[in-house]
């Protein structure tokens, strides 16, 4: 019975799930915690770092506010602010033209696109760092998002800093067409390069991930790691349950539902990200310098295998 | 699933320059339109499917193989779609599981084990999403599949000769050259998935797939797709047409690339995965603000 009227889609309330969390009582002072329906002092959940006292439930950041939390302070230095996108299909649809569309968000965001990449420290270690905003059309992956990251890779490429990338997005960006699905080869392309030179990719899954971030460039990282209760998947729950008619067991999809099914490697508490990271940067430090000794050793066997074919 | 097995509507001899995006999608669906099979049959011999992915099962939905092409050995990779709902039903209706790209990822190993090219056929609506594929992960399929084509050490060939559905598609599809028959589509998310988000109506699919721009034209002229296969009479209608054309035009293009990049020589790999690197490096339509003032459009990938 629960089923039937769970079916009548078009007759849901508009606001969904996904936009609770922002639902914000008078004035800001208050706040209800989707996870417990508990009432929060706004000031207090801030200082908690936006996580419920009460149940743990992670609010979702902003992508500022996430680098804040991440990084030492002031040691962010962002990276190509002037990637900008377009509108290269001229993309309509009945809210209006994409570029319009890109316009308005960026306006009511303050960012310029999805994803925010620049060099900073942890706990005085460099890292470059690429994070995306949910609040930036949910932080779909189009033409920007992949040049910025792929740039972002390239200077850890050309510098040996590892990359911490945060995710979080609702997957490929529609309005851009092939131009985004090609981002997830060409993201993934980079990291391979990445992956050569034994450069460490620490990727940090947060609520929600899905579509064509999770299928690519996050989920091939050398780390995983997972806020608990996020949201991480392929295809979306509604899509899952529209297609194959099946009710979805409890907990499917979360942060702790992946590792139980071995697709993430730790789930992280907000509080110890940092700490987190810290530890696992140095544990890859001193093999990273040896990879940059080897990488030069095995370029010279490399260029006489070369030599020893062309004799043939 | 009834909306993606729409076919119906398309008539006979329609002037190709007078069919819309949405008369393409149907023909690309079309179910007498050849599959993976078909072609294997018609250029290939001696093919040896290799069955498995050595950790859960073998998905019929995603095939592969070796087999003989042009006189040399080939891997044969591809998705495999039904010909009638009962063959469907066996072929998960094309949508492979992580099992699917998880036996392409073993298969492309094998391949470079050996020093033999790739070819892949292109042909699904989409990664299945089903609850058991989330459970075995398949994202992460999806994206080891991608990045080992990516950093392949031999080189591929990818032809879209149907339905090119989103990841489930791309998974596959990283290669050397990407050809595409005139009647198949490579988009980002279905049509009807496409207007369901955005138009909140998933009957709005052929308005959607017209401002998506998913023709072998479109994303021929985006840079994307390296040569469109003509199908003068649509490949359901005549098959073996079909399927000889694209022969042709898929073995100029491996000669090419198997001459430019030899399997085998150690030399090679550097160059051919710097190439590869480049090539979808490129991908993407953004603008630029260099620091001396001049805006680059960066939108063209071919006349970069």
Not at chain 1, 212 to 229: H, K, L, N, R
Not at chain 1, 248 to 254: C, H
Not at chain 2, 94 to 103: S, V
């Amino acid at each position: 019975m629960r089923d039937f009227f769970h079916r009548r889609g078009k007759f849901r309330p508009l606001v969904t799930d996904d936009d609770r969390p922002e639902q914000q009582i008078p004035e800001d002072l208050w706040t209800k915690c989707p996870g417990c329906q508990e009432l929060l002092y706004s000031k207090e959940l801030e200082r908690n770092l936006h996580v419920c006292p009460k149940c743990d439930h992670h609010f979702r950041l902003r992508a500022r506010d996430r680098i804040a939390l991440l990084v030492d302070p002031a040691s962010f230095a962002e990276w190509d602010i002037d990637v900008l996108p377009k509108d290269p299909l001229r993309f309509v649809d009945p809210s209006g033209p994409y570029d319009r569309k890109l316009a308005q968000t960026q306006s009511r965001s303050g960012e310029p696109e999805a994803l925010i990449t620049g060099g900073a420290t942890i706990d005085g270690r460099r890292v470059g760092l690429a994070v995306c905003d949910f609040a930036f059309l949910g932080a779909s992956m189009g033409s920007v998002f992949g040049e910025k990251l792929v740039r972002a890779i390239e200077r850890c490429l050309a510098d040996g800093v590892a990359l911490v990338t945060v995710s979080s997005s609702g997957g490929a960006r529609m309005h851009e067409g092939l131009f985004s699905l090609m981002q997830m080869a060409k993201t993934v392309a980079a990291f391979a390069q990445l992956g050569h030179e034994r450069i460490p990719h620490i990727a940090l899954l947060v609520d929600p991930c899905y579509g064509g971030v999770t299928a690519s460039y996050a989920t091939v990282a050398d780390v995983i790691m997972a806020e608990p209760g996020a949201l991480i998947g392929f295809a979306g729950p509604r899509v899952i349950e529209q297609i194959t008619k099946q009710k979805l067991p409890a907990g499917f999809q979360t942060a702790e539902f992946l590792l139980e099914h071995g697709m993430v490697d730790l789930i992280v508490e907000r509080s110890n990200l940092r700490p987190s990271l810290a530890r696992l940067l140095d544990l890859y430090a001193p093999l990273h310098h040896q990879a940059r000794v080897d990488g030069r050793s095995e370029a010279v066997a490399f260029a006489t295998a070369g030599a020893e074919d062309r004799r043939d | 699933m009834t909306e993606t097995m729409d076919t119906a509507g398309v008539e006979a001899g329609t002037s190709p320059l007078s069919r819309s995006a949405w008369d393409r999608v149907k023909l690309a669906r079309h179910p007498d339109r050849p599959h993976t099979l078909d072609y294997v049959r018609e250029l290939m011999t001696d093919f040896v499917e290799l069955h498995g992915d050595r950790t859960f099962g073998d998905d019929r939905a995603l095939i592969g193989g070796l087999a003989k092409f042009d006189g040399m050995t080939v891997m044969v990779i591809g998705h495999q779609k039904g010909g009638n709902t009962k063959e469907n039903l066996a072929r998960n209706f094309g949508m492979p599981r992580p099992e699917g790209y998880r036996k392409a990822v073993r298969l492309l190993h094998h391949a470079e084990k050996f020093a033999i090219p790739v070819v892949l056929l292109i042909d699904t609506p989409a990664a299945d999403p089903g609850i058991g594929s989330e459970e075995r992960g398949q994202a992460t399929a999806i994206a080891e599949s991608l990045l080992t084509m990516a950093d392949l050490s031999v080189p591929s060939v990818a032809v879209v000769i149907g339905e090119g559905g989103s990841g489930g598609a791309l998974a596959i599809s990283v290669a050397d050259r990407i050809l595409m028959l005139e009647n198949a589509v490579y988009a980002v998310a279905s049509p009807e998935a496409c207007a369901a988000i955005l138009w909140k109506d998933s009957a709005r699919a052929p308005e959607a797939a017209e401002t998506m721009r998913i023709t072998a034209d479109d994303l021929y002229g985006f840079g994307i797709v390296d040569e469109i296969i003509p199908e003068l009479i649509p490949a359901s209608e005549r098959p073996r047409e079909a399927i000889a054309t694209t022969g042709q035009v898929l073995r100029r293009h491996l000669h090419e690339v198997v001459t430019a990049f030899p399997p085998g020589s150690v030399a090679s790999i550097g160059p051919l995965r710097e190439a590869r690197y480049r090539k979808f490096r490129r991908i993407g339509a953004w603008s630029d603000w260099q620091p001396d003032g001049i805006a680059t459009d960066i939108f063209d990938p071919r006349s970069v």
